[in-house]
Each structure stands twice: as structure tokens, then as C-alpha cells.
């Protein structure tokens, strides 16, 4: 509710907070809700029947001549102001009716199940033979296969924007239908694997979706390719920030201006192993693609430095998930300069020594493929699809020198991209062997399929006009730890932006849910930023690929 | 959820005020009947909590209202009778 001018309650769309998963019961029966609805509008109608009566009531002393009558103008007035005020109390109902089917809507949707049953259908070897098939007929089911994705593709878009259910929803529903036709289409899918950069990846078990997007990283990364005529990135530089330069000003890493990559052949050490210049020296990855639960040799290879990378004292560090959120207004500033990549990790020493770290990954930033931005949709395609990206491996190597300990807490926070790769990452047990990841928090991030590794709390904040977060076309599961916080917020900031994310993750601390209650706790602990005499410091890496 | 919400089936005649302030009254008791009517019975879960405070909010100040229109109501009566006793005055006089 707001308040006019004239001081008179205005019913205005409420922000709606449905939350999913957690230890505390949840038993919906959408019907119910459905029928609570209806009675909402018929108490509104009631409402609104009241309101006219009292405006005729206080009408009929105008025309039947009560004006001389001491007792008329207070009973006027006290019935007119019900006939302005009910109306607005009727709108309220309405609007908490229609807050109510959104609900419905929403649990039903979470009660959506993806099944993972490996089963290529006629059609999907069809289409893999169609290559042996004479000409005419492989160019018609090529054509068939284009005509169907763009009907997909259409009819989402057009969905979306009719707006008759909420755009995740929409995007979600269509994202699965699409999906169940596609999952099947990449080179070798109908063999139960997905080649990505020469590696061959089991999608037996994979969802429709995930099966969908590996088998779209071999045209988008040839698309890539043909936009930045011929050039190829196939490596992988993870750089700190010097923190004695202003953000924004300083590019000091293997990346010219626009991120055109320098040559790194002088900034390597010894036998190429990153590190070896000490924490400041960029650290070059080898141009290799690791298997999901394979990061361990990378790891190995680098060891943690010997004196603590340099950080930038944070006068005003973040406290909770909200501020956490507004750190990537600087981030995304940072790649507007540098045109690579880039992630921070917030150091905090409490009173006693103790270290506690802070991830935060933005999210997409370069709408292409393969480029020097690793923040793009190949690194989309690839993490939405269970492939290790290469945001996956910036982030592990900017932990790695950063200095992370392996029992340190650690809070990671990402936003749409990043949450994804927030999540790849803690579901590999390889990592979360290596590091003490504490509380996760995703924003507007697509991780349906993510297997959320059980007692990590793992809250992910939804707007549920946010399309981007149907993107796995389903919705997350809810367990004891993973807590889905969907937020219905109309006119706010645009749904997918993460100021509109830090807006919703500030409205957490007013939720009574056991779910909600206990990742804040656990996230608070990780970040340690409230403990009595904290010291918080920024520690900025860039992520580049490079030639 | 089946029982049926109650409806109000009286039909009044708004020639005058007193009619009309007591059909308001109808109304709004008919809303407030409706509205205990709409608790969640089977929904359990932090929305279901969200839901009832509000709800609790708006039967609330519906209460409220019938209250108010029942103490406008006694001033229609009373300016009413004063009418009446005008008119009585006027026609006499």
C-alpha cells in the first residue's frame, strides 16, 4: 500500500515473496488457493456494493432535503468518506487474489519434473542420418528442423511478452518444450555424448536442457568464429587488479585496450607455471577442457602464494546478500574498461586473525562466443550444460591466488552467469573438497539441473519476471538446503537487472521462513564481515582468454 | 473448500437515507462473512503465513468499517427524525 497526496490508501501491486525449499512443511493445494481467490473478489465485490450504497445514502441528503437536519452532516460525511475509502479496500482484495493464482501458478511450476531417460525418438536419428540421405531430403529436414526451432523460439518470445503468465514461466515452459526437441540434435547426442572441444561428455543423465545446450556450443562456437573472422581464443589468463590503481584506470593485465590480448611470453615464469612471478603476476591456464569433476590437476598446479596477495581496504564492506549484489556495479564498470572479464574476492579478517573470503562473479557481459570476454555465451552455453567453462576455471584460479585457505569460509554470490558459475562450482566435489564453501548465493541464475551438493545452504533469488531464470526449463529443486526465494515485484527496476536482485535479497532479513533464516545465518558466518573488528579487503582478478 | 460463501439476498429500498446506509451495512457485512471464509485450510508454508497476516490486516479494517457505517447509520436515523421533525414544523407552521 501507498498513501496519496490527499493522505487516502492507494492499493498498488504488492511485492509477492513465495518461497521454496527449506526445513520448514510446505503443503500447497493450488485448488485451494484458486478457490481463496474467488472469495477474495466476492468479499471485493461486497466491498464495493457497500461503497455504493453509502455514496447513495449520503446522496439522498442532498435530494430529499436533510440539509437542515443537524445530525446530517456529520452521518454525509462519515458515509461518504466509506465511499471513497471501501473501493480501495476492494482493490487490496483483488490484488492479494491475483497474488494468490501467481502463487498457484508458481507452485506448480515448482512441482514441474524433468525426467532425464535417455531415448532418442525416430525423428532425432532421422535428422542425424539425414547427411546420408539424398540431397533434397536432407535439405528438407534441415528446413523442418529450422521451421520448428523458430516456431519454438516464436512462440516463446510471443509469450513472454503477452504476459498472461509471468515471464520466467513462460520462458521456462517454452525453454522445456524446445528443449525436448533439440536434446538430441548435437553430432553424437543420439549416442549418449556431447563432444566439447575434443572432449566427450556423458549426457545420458543429463536434462533435456542441459543435452540441449551442449549440443548448441559447436555452431555457436563456428558462429563466434565467423564474427571475429578466424581469430581464436584458445587460452586462458587470470590477472589481479594492481590495488593501488583506481578501478577503471589502471589495465594492467595480458589485455590491450577493448581486451585485445598483449603478448604474455614475457610475463610468464619459469616453465610457465602461474604463480611463479609471485601473487601479482598473471596466471596463463593451458588451453585445455576439463571434465566436470576434473579440476583437481589444475588445482594442483597451483599452489597458494607464500605472502598474502595484496588487497584494497573496503571502508564499506558488504554486510549481507543485498550489498554483496552491489558490488557488481563496479565490476561491470571494471569491464567496460578492460573488455575481459573479472571477479572479487572480498577478504575479511575478523577480531581474532581469522580469515573469511567473499566471491562475487557478475554476470553475462559480451553477447558473443569465444571471444576475449570469457563472461559470455559460450561460457553460458557450456555451464548451463554441465561443461567446465571458462569462467569456471578464472574463478578457481583467481581463489588460488587470492590465497584462499582450505578451511577458510568461504560465501560465494553470483549473479545470473555468475550464479551458474557459482553453483557448477560447488557441485564439483573435487572443489569443495579443496575449499570451504559456506553459503551460495544465486540471482536470477538458471541451475535447475545443478545438483546442489546436500548441507551447503544455497538460496537463489528469483524475480518472476525475470525470463532468464527459465532458461534451464525447470524449476529448482526444493530440498532441505536449497531454499528458491521467487519475488513478484511490479515496477520495480527491470527484472533481470542486479540492483533489482539486490533490492529483493534486501527484503530476506523481513522473511519469516526456517529456510530463509538459516542461510542467512550461514551466510553471515561465511562473509564474517560482521564479526567484531573485521577488516574487509577487495581483491579483484580479470579473466581473459587470449590468443 | 466447498461450502458456499454467504450472499446477501435482501433487496433494499434506497428511496431514503436510512434504506441506503442499511443496505451499506448488508454489504459490508457480507464481506466481512466472506472473508472468514478465506483461510487457508490445507496451505502450510511461510506464503500461507504472508497471506493470513494480510488477510488478518484487511478483515481487520473491514470490522472496522462495518463499525463506522453502523454509528453513520444511527446519525441517518437521527438526522432522519430531525427531518421529520422540520418537515412537521414546516407543514404546521
Known amino acids: 500500500m501507498s498513501t496519496a497526496p490527499d493522505g487516502t490508501a492507494q492499493a498498488v501491486p504488492s511485492t509477492r515473496i513465495m518461497v521454496t525449499g527449506g526445513p520448514g512443511p510446505l503443503v500447497v493445494d493450488t485448488v485451494e488457493l484458486e478457490a481463496l481467490a474467488q472469495r477474495l473478489e466476492v468479499a471485493a465485490d461486497h466491498l464495493v456494493d457497500t461503497a455504493a450504497a453509502a455514496g447513495g445514502a449520503a446522496a439522498a441528503f442532498w435530494l430529499f432535503g436533510y440539509l437542515y437536519a443537524p445530525s446530517a452532516a456529520p452521518a454525509r460525511e462519515a458515509l461518504s468518506a466509506e465511499q471513497t475509502g471501501l473501493p480501495h479496500m476492494a482493490d487490496r482484495l483483488r490484488a492479494l487474489a ?4 501467481l502463487q498457484a501458478l508458481w507452485y506448480e511450476e515448482a512441482d514441474r519434473r524433468v525426467g532425464t531417460a535417455f531415448s532418442p525418438g525416430v525423428w532425432d536419428y532421422g535428422r542425424h542420418f539425414a547427411g546420408l540421405l539424398p540431397a533434397k531430403v536432407e535439405i528438407a529436414v534441415r528446413l523442418t528442423d529450422l521451421a520448428m526451432v523458430g516456431g519454438y523460439v516464436g512462440a516463446g518470445l510471443d509469450a513472454v511478452h503477452r504476459g ?23 553430432g553424437e547426442a543420439i549416442y549418449g555424448s556431447a563432444i566439447v572441444d575434443g572432449e566427450v561428455i556423458d549426457i545420458t543423465e543429463s536434462t533435456p536442457a542441459e543435452r540441449t545446450a551442449l549440443g548448441l556450443t559447436s555452431p555457436t562456437d563456428w558462429l563466434g568464429v565467423i564474427q571475429r573472422r578466424g581469430t581464436e581464443y584458445p587460452g586462458l589468463a587470470v590477472e589481479q587488479a594492481l590495488p593501488a590503481a583506481p578501478w577503471g584506470v589502471a589495465v594492467s593485465g595480458p589485455w590491450g585496450p577493448g581486451g585485445a590480448p598483449r603478448d604474455l611470453s614475457g610475463a610468464l615464469g619459469p616453465l610457465g607455471l602461474p604463480g611463479a612471478l609471485g601473487p601479482l603476476a598473471p596466471v596463463e591456464l593451458a588451453p585445455v577442457i576439463l571434465a566436470p569433476t576434473a579440476l583437481a590437476p589444475a588445482l594442483r598446479g ?30 561491470e564498470s571494471r569491464v567496460r574498461t578492460t573488455g575481459v572479464g573479472v571477479v572479487e574476492i572480498l577478504r575479511t579478517t575478523d577480531g581474532d586473525g581469522a580469515r573469511h573470503w567473499t ?5 553475462t557481459q559480451d553477447s558473443g562466443f569465444g571471444g576475449p570476454n570469457p563472461m559470455d555465451n559460450e561460457t553460458n552455453l557450456r555451464a548451463l550444460g554441465g561443461a567446465v567453462s571458462d569462467m569456471e576455471r578464472g574463478v578457481t584460479s583467481a581463489m588460488e591466488q587470492a590465497g584462499i585457505g582450505p578451511h577458510e569460509p568461504v560465501a560465494m554470490v553470483g549473479h545470473s552467469q555468475g550464479g551458474i558459475i557459482a553453483a557448477r562450482l560447488v557441485e564439483d566435489p573435487v572443489f569443495m573438497a579443496r575449499y570451504d564453501v559456506e553459503a551460495v548465493l544465486t540471482a536470477g541464475a538458471p541451475i535447475g539441473p545443478v545438483e546442489v551438493p546436500g548441507g551447503l545452504p544455497v538460496l537463489s533469488l528469483e524475480d518472476v519476471e525475470d525470463h532468464t531464470v527459465g532458461f534451464d526449463g525447470q524449476p529448482n529443486t526444493a530440498t532441505h538446503d536449497h531454499v528458491t526465494v521467487a519475488v513478484s515485484a511490479p515496477g520495480a527496476h527491470p527484472p533481470h537487472h542486479w540492483l533489482t536482485y539486490a533490492g529483493h535479497a534486501d527484503l530476506l532479513d523481513g522473511l519469516d521462513d526456517p ?7 550461514a551466510n553471515e558466518r561465511a562473509m564474517g564481515t560482521t564479526s567484531p573488528g573485521a577488516r574487509t579487503e577487495s581483491l579483484v582478478f580479470d579473466i581473459g582468454r587470449t590468443r | 473448500m466447498r461450502d458456499e460463501a454467504p450472499v446477501c439476498l435482501v433487496t433494499w429500498d434506497e428511496s431514503t437515507s436510512d434504506n441506503a446506509a442499511l443496505r451499506a451495512i448488508d454489504a459490508v457485512i457480507s464481506a466481512r462473512l466472506v472473508l472468514g471464509t478465506a483461510w487457508p485450510r490445507v496451505w502450510l508454508g511461510s506464503g500461507a503465513r504472508a497471506y493470513a497476516q494480510e488477510l488478518e490486516v484487511i478483515a481487520a479494517e473491514v470490522a472496522a468499517a462495518e463499525d463506522r457505517l453502523r454509528a453513520a447509520h444511527t446519525l441517518v436515523v437521527a438526522a432522519e427524525r430531525e427531518r421529520e421533525y422540520h418537515l412537521a414544523r414546516g407543514l404546521a407552521g
Open chain 1, 302 to 331: 597451483i599452489m597458494p602464494p607464500a605472502m598474502p596477495a595484496p588487497g584494497r581496504r573496503v571502508q564499506d564492506p558488504p554486510t549481507g546478500p543485498g550489498p554483496a549484489l552491489r558490488r557488481i556495479e563496479a565490476l
Open chain 1, 515 to 521: 529456510g530463509v533464516r538459516a542461510w542467512l545465518s
Open chain 1, 164 to 186: 498472461d503468465v509471468p515471464a520466467s514461466i513462460a520462458a521456462q515452459r517454452h525453454t522445456a518444450a524446445l528443449a525436448d526437441y533439440l536434446q538430441y540434435s548435437g
Open chain 1, 98 to 101: 491475483g497474488d494468490l493464482r
Open chain 1, 359 to 363: 566471491v562475487v562473479v557478475p554476470g
